[in-house]
Nanobody, 121 residues
Framework: VQLQASGGGSVQAGGSLTLSCAAS????????AGWFRQAPGKEREFVAA????????NYAGSVKGRFTISRDNAKNTMFLQMTNLKPDDTAVYYC???????????????WGQGTEVTVSS
């Protein structure tokens, strides 16, 4: 099983980025998926999650209204559209797959390697 996150980069505050997560080695449509992030010196935190097929979404309060999670099960891919980025969004972003679209790191079975996002003021 492999989850490959990509799309990170450096942007100025107010800018946008779209992250992608390509899944292989698993029936991606059978899994809920989520994005987490980890800033330097901090614990990994929940960002957004999406259910297996209905596309029900859940967001952390800090990103609600600015980030949009989506998925394309036919292409085994998940996305995170990030707009109006803030310096506090600076972190390594990880994608994950699990049984349910939950907020806890512990509830996800598979993890990608992370992609770095840097937002400058």
């Amino acid at each position: 099983v492999q989850l490959q996150a990509s799309g990170g980069g450096s942007v100025q505050a107010g800018g946008s980025l779209t992250l992608s997560c390509a899944a292989s080695g698993l029936a991606f449509g059978d899994y809920a998926a989520g994005w987490f992030r980890q800033a330097p010196g901090k614990e990994r935190e929940f960002v957004a999650a999406i259910s297996r097929t209905r596309g029900t979404t859940n967001y952390a309060g800090s990103v609600k209204g600015r980030f949009t999670i989506s998925r394309d099960n036919a292409k085994n891919t998940m996305f995170l559209q990030m707009t109006n980025l803030k310096p506090d969004d600076t972190a390594v972003y990880y994608c994950a797959a699990g049984r349910y679209a939950e907020t806890s790191v512990r509830r996800y079975d598979y993890w990608g390697q992370g992609t770095e996002v840097t937002v400058s003021s």
